[in-house]
């Protein structure tokens, strides 16, 4: 979740709503990170997402589903503002709560690391 949102922050870091709804790439690059994110996020144990309400959980999970299943609805604009104005925010707080970067001990992923 953390790298993902992190990746958005910087690719619309220096870029305007025009330019982002002109650039379907990176719309499409930012609406898959949304994805990951969402699942990522869904996948998390409920255990571990009641322990950090400061994050927006269900609101996260429904972003992706939204994305996911309404693909032909999508505000662009709600997403540049999305991943200029909320996404900061959620990337902070991720690193407060994130372990260290790398694999779980044994070599595999981490479920609540996600």
Known sequence: MLTAARKIVASTKNCDLDRYR????????VERR???????????SS???AKHPE????L????????IHEYDEIAH??????????????????EKIAPPEGPAPGGAPDREAE
Not at 22 to 29: G, K, N, S, W, Y
Not at 55 to 58: F, G, N, Y
Not at 60 to 67: F, G, S
């Open 77 to 94: 604009e709600r997403i540049w503002l999305l991943a200029r104005e909320e996404l900061p925010a959620l990337v902070a707080a991720l």
């Open 34 to 44: 949304l994805e990951i994110i969402g699942e990522a996020a869904r996948r998390l």
């Open 47 to 49: 255990g571990l997402r």
């Open 60 to 67: 996260i999970i429904a972003q992706r589903n939204v994305l």
């Open 55 to 58: 994050i927006p959980w269900r």
């Open 22 to 29: 002109q650039d379907e790439e990176l719309r499409l690059t």
